[in-house]
T-cell receptor, first 116, second 112 residues
Framework: GAVVSQHPSRVICKSGTSVKIECRSL??????MFWYRQFPKKSLMLMAT?????????EQGVEKDKFLINHASLTLSTLTVTSAHPEDSSFYIC????????????FGQGTRLTVV | GEDVEQSLFLSVREGDSSVINCTYT??????LYWYKQEPGAGLQLLTY?????DMKQDQRLTVLLNKKDKHLSLRIADTQTGDSAIYFC????????????FGKGTTLSVSS
């Protein structure tokens, strides 16, 4: 299957700082990428849909100024958690869908963010 | 809104078959998916089925779809300890550019 690479896999940061998470589709082009957040023992919650070359669409309750998403190319989307707080600590997972294989959504390995 | 429900736990013995069940509410679902998540890892796409199919088989995996009852199941034949993981059922109602709706995941525990 197609490969989605997410970086970093783990990050610890201090409260008030910003953290950038990258999501890359390695062997396919993805016009649409999705960012999810997973709480312990919970399902994945969609945060936003990222479309290449346009503004991301955020789900209700997700602060767009706090979770900045940039989808600058067909293979890269970034999520920046700005002014991080301990409650932002979570597992963030990105997903990408190939333009020519729209039925299949592939996921990155996730990023464990811990804000201290 | 759309909802996907799964049982939370399943425990089986090595060599037995595992059946993980899922129900969904969206009658417009186009594709339904099964993902596997190992501890601390992302999601691995196991298989998916188009909504006009009743069954899909892929090696040890068999997916059954009952569209009338909105019920999806994943059968793992000859379950191995390496199959221990969380399995997520997911629903997609639009082929183009929409996100998946996930169930809460079923934790499969395989004992030897």
């Amino acid at each position: 299957g197609a490969v989605v690479s997410q970086h970093p896999s783990r990050v610890i940061c201090k409260s008030g700082t910003s953290v950038k998470i990258e999501c890359r589709s390695l062997d396919f082009q993805a016009t649409t990428m999705f960012w999810y957040r997973q709480f312990p023992k919970k399902s994945l919650m969609l945060m936003a849909t990222s479309n290449e070359g346009s503004k991301a669409t955020y789900e209700q309750g997700v602060e767009k100024d706090k979770f900045l998403i940039n989808h600058a190319s067909l293979t890269l989307s970034t999520l920046t958690v700005t002014s991080a707080h301990p409650e932002d600590s979570s597992f963030y997972i990105c997903s990408a869908r190939a333009t020519d294989r729209a039925a299949e959504a592939f996921f990155g390995q996730g990023t464990r963010l811990t804000v201290v | 809104g759309e909802d996907v429900e799964q049982s939370l736990f399943l425990s089986v013995r090595e060599g037995d078959s595992s059946v993980i069940n899922c129900t969904y509410t969206d009658s417009s679902s186009t594709y339904l998916y099964w993902y596997k998540q190992e501890p601390g890892a992302g999601l691995q796409l196991l298989t998916y089925i188009f909504s006009n199919m009743d069954m899909k088989q892929d090696q040890r995996l068999t997916v059954l779809l009952n569209k009338k009852d909105k019920h999806l199941s994943l059968r793992i034949a000859d379950t191995q300890t390496g199959d221990s993981a969380i399995y997520f059922c997911a629903d997609q109602f639009d082929q183009a550019g929409t996100a998946l709706i996930f169930g809460k995941g079923t934790t499969l525990s395989v004992s030897s």
